[in-house]
């Protein structure tokens, strides 16, 4: 059993990794333009989450203590697809802030964080169930100190 649970940790590794190395593309590295003017300044975290999901779950502890050590230098966007009525509510602030596009292409995909760079749409990094904070620091850093 235990071997079983290995495996199955070096495979969810495994496909993080594949996620987040994936081609540049026009559909996959942007999310089709700037984003709206009050997530201007600072590099945007947009979080694809539902209440049922176990991987917005594993997630929660490290999102939450990125929200408090970037307060303030980092604009935070939680896209709820929980259900019918909160996806048509997260449908419309996706398109009010730019995000339209990346909630179509994602809306299915819980447990997706991306970090944004808000004044061209690119996204810097993808990743999916990912709660290993140090990789959200690395983009964080290098998105902060451009600005």
Do not use: R
């Not at 909160?86 to 819980?110: D, H, I, V």
Request: with cysteine; proline share 3%.
């Amino acid at each position: 059993m235990f071997t079983t649970s290995a495996t199955i940790s070096a495979t969810e590794t495994s496909i993080t990794k594949i996620a987040q190395v994936k081609p540049s593309t026009a559909t996959t590295n942007s999310v089709g333009g700037p984003l709206a003017k009050e997530l201007q300044g600072k590099p945007v975290i947009v979080d694809v989450f539902a209440t049922w999901c176990s991987g917005c779950k594993n997630i929660a502890p490290t999102l939450s203590q990125l929200k408090q050590e970037y307060s303030g230098k980092v604009n935070f966007v939680v896209l709820d697809v929980t259900d019918k009525a909160k996806l048509k509510q997260t449908e419309t602030m996706a398109k009010k802030l730019g995000l339209g596009k990346f909630l179509k292409a994602n809306k299915s995909k819980t447990s997706t964080v991306a970090i944004i760079d808000p004044s061209t749409g690119n996204i810097l990094a993808i990743y999916q169930n990912n709660a290993n904070k140090a990789d959200y620091t690395k983009i964080l850093k290098t998105a902060l100190a451009k600005k």
